[in-house]
T-cell receptor, first 116, second 111 residues
């Protein structure tokens, strides 16, 4: 079945770039998402990419997709203390698996700690 | 402001005492879903609803009920809570099931 895997922890210094990695298993056309969860809050959508794209950039965020290796990464440039959060990678289940649900398959989240 | 509102945010209850966690969204979204978040297990879907009066089980529906009588509301009902339902619960809504808007979460403790 489909699976999404992420490393659990990442620690960086303020001002450095952070790269959070994710692997997925579904080989179909799909959307891949990055969500951010700040302490004590719900998840918020950061960005997403369709599987026919290689890269997407949005201000300090860059998403890279290696479809051959089924590897997705989120790069945060000039990481700030406010970027400290848990980052979730998620994949949209294809219709033949999810039926009407089209649910997301979630990774366990990467906890990013930004040190001053 | 577009938002998903859950209540209560925090609740401590005892085994067997029925409770309801309310969820309301103001974005006219058709799709709504409930998740629970547990350490080491990530986010697991409990129930979802594609539209009014249409609900279906997610991955971990046991011990929960939902209803969708109106588009904006999607309450989660625990008829007889047990300690293994101690968790952080999130309601989410979406127009297309992928780009989800989440509530702030409801932390439930069942003693």
């Amino acid at each position: 079945g489909e699976d999404v895997e992420q490393s659990l922890f990442l620690s960086v210094r303020e001002g450095d770039s952070s790269v959070i990695n994710c692997t997925y298993t579904d080989s179909s056309s799909t959307y891949l998402y990055w969500y951010k969860q700040e302490p004590g809050a719900g998840l918020q959508l950061l960005t997403y990419i369709f599987s026919n794209m290689d890269m997407k950039q949005d201000q300090r965020l860059t998403v890279l997709l290696n479809k051959k290796d089924k590897h997705l990464s989120l790069r945060i440039a000039d990481t700030q203390t406010g970027d400290s959060a848990i980052y979730f990678c998620a994949e949209k289940d294809p219709p033949w698996n999810a039926g009407n649900n089209r649910k997301l398959i979630w990774g366990l989240g990467t906890s990013l700690a930004v040190n001053p | 402001e577009a938002q998903v509102t859950q209540n209560p945010r925090y609740l401590i209850t005892v085994t067997g005492k029925k409770l309801t966690v309310t969820c309301s969204q103001n974005m006219n979204h058709e799709y709504m879903s409930w998740y629970r978040q547990d350490p080491g297990l990530g986010l697991r879907q409990i129930y979802y609803s594609m539209n009014v009066e249409v609900t279906d089980k997610g991955d971990v529906p046991e011990g929960y009920k939902v209803s969708r009588k109106e588009k904006r509301n999607f309450p989660l009902i625990l008829e007889s809570p047990s300690p293994n339902q101690t968790s952080l619960y999130f309601c989410a809504s979406s127009q297309n099931a992928g780009e989800l808007f989440f509530g702030e979460g409801s932390r439930l403790t069942v003693l």
